[in-house]
């Protein structure tokens, strides 16, 4: 089985898991299952490391998945799940 490699990156702390999984699709689901874990963690310290980013790595060293989650204060800017910026709401 190969060996991707999980780096998992918030603010300046990095950590890296190597993992055999059979494929792609597996390495994929591992990370998001790694995210889902971890998510309460990241929310509580987006305050003080808004940028957070989780990536698989294949055995050749290419980048086949990445997921990350930026913080930014709601009165400078809103984005939606899909990164794209939206006009903040007014009543």
Same mark, same amino acid.
């Given at each position: 089985?190969?060996?991707? /490699? &999980?780096? *998992?990156?918030?603010?300046?702390? /990095?950590?890296?898991?190597?993992?055999? +999984?059979? $494929?792609? $699709?597996?390495?994929?689901?591992?990370? &998001? @299952? /790694?995210?889902? $874990? +971890?998510?309460?963690?990241?929310?509580?310290? +987006?305050?003080?490391?808004?940028?957070?980013?989780?990536?698989?790595?294949?055995?050749?060293?290419? /980048?086949?998945?990445? #997921?990350? *989650?930026? @913080?930014? $204060?709601?009165? #400078? @800017?809103?984005?939606? +799940?899909?990164?794209?910026?939206?006009?903040?709401?007014?009543?």
């Amino acid at each position: 089985m190969p060996t991707y /490699t &999980i780096h *998992i990156q918030q603010g300046s702390q /990095t950590n890296s898991h190597p993992v055999d +999984l059979p $494929d792609v $699709d597996a390495a994929r689901r591992e990370a &998001i @299952a /790694t995210f889902a $874990d +971890l998510a309460r963690d990241i929310a509580s310290n +987006l305050p003080n490391h808004p940028d957070w980013r989780i990536e698989v790595i294949e055995p050749a060293g290419g /980048t086949v998945f990445r #997921l990350g *989650i930026s @913080a930014e $204060d709601a009165a #400078l @800017a809103v984005f939606s +799940l899909d990164g794209h910026k939206k006009r903040p709401r007014t009543n």
